[in-house]
């Protein structure tokens, strides 16, 4: 290399600038929606005969995010106690029979209350798991994991480049989706980001809401429009796939519209059900109260997390887990001593 | 898996379990993990100020494994013989194991170690010497296992508070001892010795050694072990002669401060003589010593030193005028009297030999 060349290499190397700082990738995980999927598909017992598919589980699946995402830091999110209470005052009927059925048919658990005291143990069991290791295990009294995991997706990103991953199989965070935020749908194994969203619902990730307070949501029993599909919405209102829409531009479309197609009077007629849905599911407005933003800005700015890695081993063994994670205690080093590292 | 109580649900039982801090405290008494973890304040048995000069360290770290390696006589047993007088001056019993039978009580008393001669009255022979130490040599200590054994044995005695000193174990040396199974096969085998050596002390003794570091042991035990060397070959011809420890590296690992005298290829010494009329008197010798590793304060350094029968001076002028004029008339007498010249032997190199691997 001659001189000239030399120089001009340097000169660029000024321009670049100061380094990059690094950037961040937080996994934020829907803890007991991690867990419950383990608990219903993996029928594992222990050599006493207890059921150990969902603590085993979570941890595996636990294991199989870290690898893959690579995060620097990880948030395990739970329900807090009387979670659900908030949005019940909204709509008695929330979430109401949830838990009535049993979710596992296997022949270890006797009865449905049998299965509800295997659910405990696991769960309180995977929390002790979680507290030797580098993870944020958040809950709030009275708030849903959903309004704490909505928050922390939208503090976390310090920079443009860091990305917060949720991973989670509801599709409510669909609406959280965007140039920081990616949604990980475990059951189909796929990332959603904005393009995906727009290819799979023809939408933006910020009109989901839209579409969610329109079709309601069987599974936490909010009711939607009265006749509405999927195909009809989509038909009946191509301006979700054109532009950012409120719900206030949805009422002013059905106005206009109203007697082109019952639905859109349908709308009309349940604005106030349709308001209550769009505030129990929008979780751009968490219902979280001062005291609960500044609590979770306290776990994110917190670090010097414990990491016990012969503790978690220990329980491992004192729980027989076997081989539901082959080589624990390479298992547990390899995944998180890099995310340790992190934790400084 | 604990069984938790039924009476809450779910969510509840994970709330109440998250917010359940975690008490480090009452992890450590379920584990049985309450033992104290506090070190004494590290404490040096002194050498001389020449050694304390040139290594810029006060001399040997108690309760610590040191090693003293080197070609053959380079100063080891200097250093080791210091360390013995010191330790007795401040009530910490030596223990020397001899198993390289060169012993020599002589120099031992002449370095100003305490010893007690026991005579026969009628004809006035030293019949043996005793006094604030204990002696074994190769009469009762014949393997690796048994110098294991005997330190064990001595420290398991200190804990019943049979023995109430702190110990300095003086080992010359490693690498002159087999282990019992090259005993029994009549076969001196270098890998099986260097694997006793990793199993007595790696595992175990030098284990109870360091311990004794603790606050909650009542003795500070230090192990100063002489390490006999030999030299590896390059590799290539650009290569460097390598200095190896005999007996392999279990105590090299575990040392946690290791003292080199001499060359890698040769002793390097130089012999500072008393002359008169053809007549001489070796009454010194020059040798580099560097501190090859301290994991104490981190202080490694290397220098020229001069060794005597009586310990170790500095290697300046006037350090050896002072020396000389200490000696005068115990050379006087062997001289003849008179004025005699300080002389100084060329370096003294003696042809090692470099091994591609550990001689037998």
């Not at chain 1, 751009?284 to 609960?292: C, F, G, T, V, Y």
């Not at chain 2, 590799?235 to 200095?243: F, R, T």
């Amino acid at each position: 290399m001659d001189k000239k060349e030399l120089l001009k290499l340097l000169n660029n190397l000024e321009e670049q600038g100061p380094e990059t700082a690094q950037t961040d990738r937080v996994l934020i995980i829907d803890g007991l929606n991690l867990f419950f999927r383990n608990f219903a598909i993996l029928n594992a017992v222990n050599p006493d005969g207890v059921h150990v598919g969902g603590l085993g589980g979570f941890f595996r699946s636990l294991g199989a995010l870290i690898r893959q995402i690579q995060p620097t830091s990880v948030y395990v999110v739970f329900d807090g106690a009387g979670s659900s209470n908030n949005r019940k005052n909204l709509l008695p009927e929330y979430k109401s029979g949830r838990n009535l059925q049993r979710i596992t048919n296997w022949e270890v658990f006797e009865s449905h209350d049998d299965e509800d005291d295997a659910k405990v143990d696991q769960m309180v069991r995977v929390i002790q798991y979680l507290k030797t290791l580098p993870v944020k295990t958040v809950t709030l009294d009275k708030v849903e994991a959903d309004d704490i995991i909505a928050h922390l997706s939208s503090v976390l990103p310090k920079q443009k480049e860091d990305k917060v991953f949720i991973v989670s199989s509801d599709k409510d965070f669909l609406q959280l989706i965007n140039e920081n935020v990616i949604v990980y749908r475990p059951m189909e194994k796929e990332f959603y980001d904005e393009n995906t969203v727009r290819q799979k619902f023809n939408m933006s990730p910020q009109n989901f809401i839209i579409y969610k307070t329109l079709m309601g949501d069987n599974s936490d029993k909010v009711k939607g429009v009265k006749g509405l599909g999927e195909k009809k919405l989509q038909k009946l209102f191509p301006e979700l796939q054109e532009r950012d829409l409120t719900l206030d531009d949805v009422y002013n479309l059905c106005e206009s519209k109203f007697k082109e197609h019952v639905i859109y009077a349908r709308v009309i007629q349940n604005i106030d059900s349709l308001e209550k849905n769009y505030k129990i599911m929008d979780l751009s407005n968490p219902m979280l109260d001062e005291n609960d933003k500044t609590y979770l800005n306290t776990v994110v700015d917190s670090d010097n997390l414990m990491y016990l890695p012969e503790q978690f081993v220990a329980f491992y063994n004192e729980d027989k887990l076997g081989g539901m994670i082959r080589n624990v205690e390479f298992w547990v080093k390899d995944i998180f001593e890099p995310l340790n590292s992190y934790n400084k | 898996m604990p069984r938790g109580k039924k009476s809450k649900s779910l969510s509840e039982a994970v709330s109440s379990e998250i917010k359940a801090n975690f008490n480090l405290d009452s992890f450590k008494n379920k584990k049985g993990l309450t033992s104290k973890a506090k070190f004494k304040e590290q404490t040096w048995i002194p050498l001389s100020d020449a050694y304390q000069e040139v290594t810029s360290v006060p001399g040997i770290p108690q309760g610590h494994i040191v090693l003293l390696r080197g070609h053959s006589d380079t100063g080891k047993t200097t250093a080791l013989l210091e360390a013995a007088v010191s330790a007795q001056k401040r009530g910490i019993l030596p223990v020397f194991i001899i198993t390289e039978m060169k012993w020599n009580w002589e120099h031992a008393i002449q370095m100003g170690l305490e010893v007690n001669e026991v005579v026969d009255e009628e004809t006035g022979e030293i019949l043996d010497y005793n006094g604030q130490f204990i002696y074994t040599d190769r009469e009762t200590i014949n393997s690796i296992e048994d110098v294991a054994g005997f330190i064990l044995d001595l420290i398991d005695e200190q804990k019943k508070g049979n023995l109430p000193y702190d110990l300095l174990f003086l080992w010359d040396s490693i690498g002159s001892v087999p282990c019992e199974m090259s005993i029994k096969s009549n076969k001196n085998n270098n890998e099986w010795n260097a694997g006793a050596m990793s199993t007595q002390f790696g595992n175990s003794v030098n284990q109870r050694i360091v311990l004794s570091r603790k606050e909650s042991s009542p003795y500070t035990n230090t192990l100063v072990c002489i390490n006999k060397v030999w030299t590896l070959k390059p590799e290539s011809p650009m290569g460097q002669p390598k200095l190896m420890n005999k007996g392999g590296y279990a105590m090299w690992f575990d040392s946690t401060f290791v003292v080199t005298f001499g060359n890698v290829m040769s002793a390097g010494t130089s012999k500072i003589k008393a002359i008169k009329d053809g007549k001489q008197v070796e009454f010194a010798k020059r040798v580099n010593i560097q501190i090859d590793k301290n994991h104490i304060n981190g202080v490694t350094t290397r220098g020229k030193i001069v060794m005597t029968p009586h310990g170790f001076i500095l290697d300046d002028d006037k350090s050896l005028k002072s020396y000389k004029e200490d000696q005068a008339s115990a050379w006087k007498a062997i001289l003849g009297g008179g004025d005699f010249i300080i002389a100084e032997e060329d370096q003294a190199y003696e042809d090692i030999t470099a091994h591609t691997k550990e001689p037998q």
